[in-house]
């Protein structure tokens, strides 16, 4: 069948759309800026939060990513998982391990595993976290720091979430990671907490509703704020969350806890993201 030149001239120019589309959810970094005000703090700090690289590239060696991040001004960077990836034909760390050494020395950078970088240790045999230590930043699972930046006390902590599902919390306060908390939050200091999944606070909010958490900023990804965003719907799809999940991308409160969810800098697998600029999170802490 032939087109006619006006059927035609439709048709290149929604798929030329639709690529440009693409270009922009894949490429085009934002930066999300939030703030968050407590007593536990007398000057402001400023955090800047990234997840979910997924041995992706912005410009050779990460260039505008770590631009972004520069210009951001951060005391600290987190960096909350899935900066390596285990997927075969991605065994190649050099560019998370370049990107890392390049964030590094712009602030002191924290990292805490993702799932992907728990698989990518199985499977190839090696130690991720040895190269992200080699590369000048502070791997921290299951495991925190009382630090400061600026003359403030501040506690970093990371931990991986081993629960996916709801049905994993029928012994939640026998668990590692419920122990891990309460130590971690039992501090004077301000807190903030590299989280990798979600999950913990969102199904033990529903499960436990007289629960309170005191951290000051839990950081978190594992989304990818849905992968395709759809205007006044949201993110489409979470892992575990399911279609259309409540908690996409944004800040959210557990509590007196702030959860600042980011929407990640890659994809899903082989697919790409939509209508969702790769996200840095900038949040700025004051009294
Ligand atoms: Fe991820």
Sequence with gaps: ??????????????????????????????????????????????????????????????????????????DIILLSGDFFDFRSGRSNGDIVVKTLKALSSVARTYMSPGNHELRYNIKTGKNCFEYAENAGVTVLNGEYRDIEIKGQKVRIGGVYDHAAHIEDFADWHESKVYSFLREFENTPSLTLLMLHRPN??????????????????????????????????????????????????????????????????????????LFNRPEIIKLIIDK
């Design 1 to 74: 069948m032939k087109l006619s030149p006006k059927l035609a001239i439709f048709s290149s120019s929604a798929a030329a759309a639709a690529a440009a589309c693409v270009l922009v959810s894949e490429k085009s970094i934002m930066t999300s800026e939030y703030n968050l005000k407590t007593d536990k703090v007398s000057s402001p700090l400023r955090v800047v939060a990234l997840s979910d690289l997924h041995f992706s590239s912005f410009g050779r060696d990460n260039k505008r990513l770590i631009e972004a991040v520069e210009k951001a001004e951060p």
């Design 200 to 273: 913990t606070f969102i199904y033990t909010r529903d499960l436990y509703k007289d629960e309170v958490w005191d951290i000051g900023a839990v950081f978190s990804g594992h989304g990818h704020g849905g992968i395709w965003r759809v205007p006044f719907l949201g993110g489409v799809y979470a892992p575990e969350q399911g279609f259309f999940p409540e908690y996409d991308r944004g800040e959210y409160s557990f509590g007196k806890t702030k959860m600042y969810l980011s929407s990640g800098l890659e994809g899903y697998y082989f697919v790409p993201r």
